[in-house]
């Protein structure tokens, strides 16, 4: 069952999964029920969470069997509830990038709120287009989402400079990324073009690129102040463990 539920994860189109998953979290929380692990986005308790990740990146007890939340969508989700004005009563325009299942029914109906999102090819997505030319008005939003999608694209920083140009001055972003902070520099080869060779270089098959500890760099390099949030100054250990948080993760906070 193992093997079979890997393979799926690692192989099924991403809107295929989504649309799985809806089946999957009516009765997953049922058969991991306990009180081991918690996830602080659906405020479930399970006795472990689910195994995720390619055969390079593979990681157990790191994915919540009902709302699908892995790691850094409980640190993003802890930053935005502890240390933003994001679940205020201010109004905000949100674009999001991606937008992730498990924070697309959430912000939906958050009523301070104005949220747009945007992918070339997701089902969630209310506008589809390429991050690379966003069609939308430069100042535009207050906020801006887009995690995990810089090592895919061709151009990171003409995609950045795309999301620096479409958010107000003052506004802020969460670009969250896979970071190997082994490594000094962002590692790119363009010669690598099987999908085998991209995991093992870039830990997944349609990666093109492996950020390191410059990533801040990449993002200042197009007019982004960044801040970092350490979830260790944040939590206990105790805490971290409990949310199945990676202590090494840096949660990059940008603003214009």
């Known amino acids: 069952m193992k093997k079979i539920y890997k393979f799926l994860l690692n192989s099924l189109p991403r ?25 602080p986005v659906c405020e479930n308790k399970f006795k472990k969470f689910l195994s995720y990740g390619s055969d390079v990146a593979h990681r157990e007890n790191v994915l919540c069997p009902y709302d699908l939340t892995l790691e850094r969508h409980r640190l993003m989700w802890l930053y935005l509830k502890n240390e933003s004005n994001f679940f205020s009563s201010k109004q905000l325009e949100v674009l999001h990038i991606a937008p992730e299942q498990c924070f697309y029914s959430l912000f939906k109906k958050q009523k301070n709120l104005k949220y747009l999102t945007g992918d070339l ?3 969630l997505a209310d506008l589809h287009f390429d991050l690379h030319e966003i069609p939308l008005e430069e ?11 810089l090592e895919h ?3 990171a920083k003409k995609c950045m400079s795309e999301l620096y140009r479409v958010l107000k001055p003052g506004g802020f972003g969460i670009m969250q990324v896979p970071q190997d902070r082994s490594r000094t520099e962002t590692y790119e080869d363009w010669s690598i ?17 492996l950020f390191g500890l410059d990533y801040p760099k990449w993002l200042e390099s197009v007019g982004f102040k960044v801040k970092e949030y350490d979830p260790k100054k944040h939590f206990d250990a ?7 948080l990676i202590p090494e993760e840096v949660l990059y906070v940008v603003t214009k």
């Open 139 to 149: 100042n535009t939003f207050d906020v801006v989402f887009c995690n995990h999608v």
């Open 238 to 244: 105790s805490t971290i463990e409990r949310y199945r």
């Open 15 to 39: 809107p295929i999964l989504i649309r799985l998953s809806y089946v999957f979290k009516l009765f997953a929380p049922l058969i991991y029920k306990g009180d081991a692990v918690e996830c």
């Open 121 to 123: 090819v997701s089902p």
């Open 193 to 209: 073009t099987s999908p085998e060779e991209r995991e093992k270089h870039f830990w997944q098959y349609d990666h093109v690129r």
């Open 153 to 155: 694209v061709n151009d």
